[in-house]
């Protein structure tokens, strides 16, 4: 492979596989690497090693995420404004003060309190399938429990839960055609009347209403009595926020565990370690991480000429950080594309760095500690049944659908 075959735009290229030999090919030869937009869409500067994304999110003066969203695809100039209302896609020092909002739901305390019911949920999915012998892993084992953790804790009520998943599957799978009511492609947050995100804000909406009449001890009624700058949220902005943590919440927790499960059908020596001791589950769940991302890229604007690793950026220029890249960078891991459960030090970027570091990071990591070791214990033998349907995306790496088989069981007794 030559540096002029390198294409990450590619939708069929990503639809197979994340496309490490192009990563390893960039990182060695250019790894700030200016590369063509998607069609009609700006070009930009490849950012594939873990030092540069580490600079790059930690100064979000100079690389905004705010000027044109954080969001890979160029934003349309109409939907600017909304975007802008997710933090995601806010800069400091507005960022900060939304920050603090929801900070305090997600504390290790908060998450440590939440323990006993996310084991619950686990029992109950696992024993939703374990009779059978077969499911869909990524639809009756991956999906339902980051779906039930967020929807808890905000409050939702069970007969909506199904809905709003497939809500944030239609916003994140803007490129998969399959994933949209009418089979078109369309952008992130592009405005039509089948759009998911309008959708989503009529439901954040209607929770709003419902928190006001019976204020509770969720996130909802938490988020309706903050305030920024001495006024409450406004309704736009508590959708916004609703919104955020559905989508965050939701395909990425699903990702990180569908894709582990892969990694462990492919690596049975690393599977029965873990069988064998359990208590090697923290340093799993952060190679799991690691070694398949959820996300594949986010995007960030210069705001001044600058330079990285010599290159010259100038302002307005699009950078688009890739994930998968600077965690398999040979300067910091040693043997990166080997999956190795006992990997230590592992100081992957899969939360981000710096000012926009995941907010979910402590109970994602939870959920997925817990999933994993009801996995082992209760289903050690999964095997796929057919070749898994990923998404066709080049922001999110996801999988459709993952047909699985195994030893039937027992339901648990509790
Ligand atoms: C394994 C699962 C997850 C992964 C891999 C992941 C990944 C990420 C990444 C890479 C960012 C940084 C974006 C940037 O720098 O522009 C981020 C931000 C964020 N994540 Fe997660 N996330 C996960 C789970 C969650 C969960 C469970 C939640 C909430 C319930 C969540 C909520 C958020 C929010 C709100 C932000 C924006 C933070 C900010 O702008 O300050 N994430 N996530």
């Known amino acids: 492979m030559k540096l002029s075959d390198i294409d990450l735009n590619d939708l069929d290229t990503f639809e197979k596989a994340t496309p490490h030999d192009q990563f390893r090919l960039l990182r060695r030869e250019s790894p700030v690497h200016r590369h063509a937009g998607a069609p009609g869409e700006q070009d930009y500067w490849a950012i594939t090693k873990h030092a540069d994304l580490k600079n790059i999110s930690k100064n979000p003066g100079l690389f905004s995420s705010e000027a044109r969203s954080a969001i890979p695809r160029d934003p349309d100039d109409a939907s600017l404004p909304q975007l802008r209302l997710i933090m995601l896609n806010m800069d400091p020092p507005k960022h900060r003060q939304y920050r603090a909002i929801v900070n305090k739901a997600f504390t290790p305390r908060m998450i440590h309190g939440l323990e006993p019911a996310v084991e619950k949920m686990v029992d109950q999915i696992i024993d939703n399938v374990i009779e059978k012998g077969e499911c869909d892993f990524v639809d009756e084992l991956a999906a339902p429990l980051?779906?039930?953790?967020?929807?808890?804790?905000?409050?939702?009520?069970?007969?909506?839960?199904?809905?709003?998943?497939?809500?944030?599957?239609?916003?994140?799978?803007?490129?998969?055609?399959?994933?949209?009511?009418?089979?078109?492609?369309?952008?992130f947050g592009e405005d039509d009347g089948s759009q998911a995100s309008a959708?989503?804000?009529?439901?954040?909406?209607?929770?709003?209403?419902?928190?006001?009449?019976?204020?509770?001890?969720?996130?909802?009624?938490?988020?309706?009595?903050a305030e920024v700058d001495g006024h409450k949220l406004s309704e736009l902005e508590f959708n916004?926020?609703?919104?955020?943590?559905?989508?965050?919440?939701?395909?990425?927790?699903?990702?990180?565990?569908?894709?582990?499960?892969?990694?462990?059908?492919?690596?049975?020596?690393?599977?029965?370690?873990?069988?064998?001791?359990?208590?090697?589950?923290?340093?799993?769940?952060?190679?799991v991480l690691r070694h398949e991302p959820a996300v594949h890229s986010f995007r960030r604007t210069a705001m001044a000429d600058t330079e990285i690793r010599g290159q010259k950026i100038e302002e307005g220029d699009k950078l688009i950080l890739w994930y998968p890249s600077v965690n398999r960078d040979e300067d910091v891991f040693e043997n990166p594309d080997v999956f190795d459960i006992t990997r230590s030090p592992n100081e992957h970027l899969s939360f981000g760095v710096g000012e926009h570091f995941c907010l979910g990071a402590n109970l994602a990591r939870m959920e997925l500690r817990k999933i994993f070791g009801g996995l082992m214990r209760r289903?050690?033998?999964?095997?796929?049944?057919?070749?898994?349907?990923?998404?066709?995306?080049?922001?999110?790496?996801?999988?459709?659908?993952?047909?699985?088989?195994?030893?039937p069981g027992p339901k648990s007794t509790g």
């Not at 989503?200 to 709003?208: I, P």
């Not at 066709?392 to 195994?406: I, P």
């Open 146 to 187: 980051p779906m039930l953790v967020i929807c808890e804790m905000m409050g939702v009520p069970e007969e909506d839960r199904r809905g709003i998943y497939e809500l944030g599957n239609r916003m994140v799978g803007f490129d998969d055609p399959e994933l949209q009511e009418d089979g078109q492609p369309r952008k």
């Open 379 to 407: 289903l050690p033998d999964i095997e796929l049944a057919a070749e898994p349907r990923r998404l066709r995306s080049t922001f999110v790496n996801g999988v459709k659908e993952m047909q699985v088989q195994f030893t």
């Open 199 to 225: 959708e989503m804000f009529m439901y954040a909406a209607k929770l709003a209403e419902k928190a006001r009449a019976h204020p509770g001890d969720d996130l909802a009624t938490a988020l309706l009595n």
């Open 240 to 287: 916004s926020f609703f919104l955020l943590l559905a989508i965050a919440g939701n395909e990425t927790t699903r990702t990180v565990t569908t894709n582990g499960m892969l990694d462990f059908i492919r690596n049975p020596g690393e599977r029965q370690k873990l069988i064998d001791d359990p208590s090697l589950l923290n340093s799993a769940v952060e190679e």
